[in-house]
């Protein structure tokens, strides 16, 4: 019964996606707000999804690579 995460993610018009990097305790319980989070992205149209992190996020972020996610800089 607490919180031990968050993700934030946003189905948007035209079949699009946006989430950030998850944030939680462990590394198992990013994965798990990762998966959830896309399975809810999909669930509500989402057919393509964009993630969007700065530097200091990057531990997050490897929970959306293990998520499918491709890691690209500019």
Do not use: Y
Not at 55 to 64: F, H, I, R, V
């Amino acid at each position: 019964g607490r919180v031990c995460g968050a993700v934030a993610a946003q189905a948007m018009p035209g079949a699009l996606g946006v989430i950030r990097p998850p944030r939680a305790a462990t590394p198992g319980d990013e994965d798990a707000l990762a998966t959830a989070a896309c399975a809810w992205l999909r669930a509500n149209g989402a057919k393509v999804c964009q993630a969007f992190a700065t530097d200091d996020e990057s531990p997050g972020a490897a929970a959306l690579a293990r998520n499918g996610f491709r890691h690209v800089t500019q």
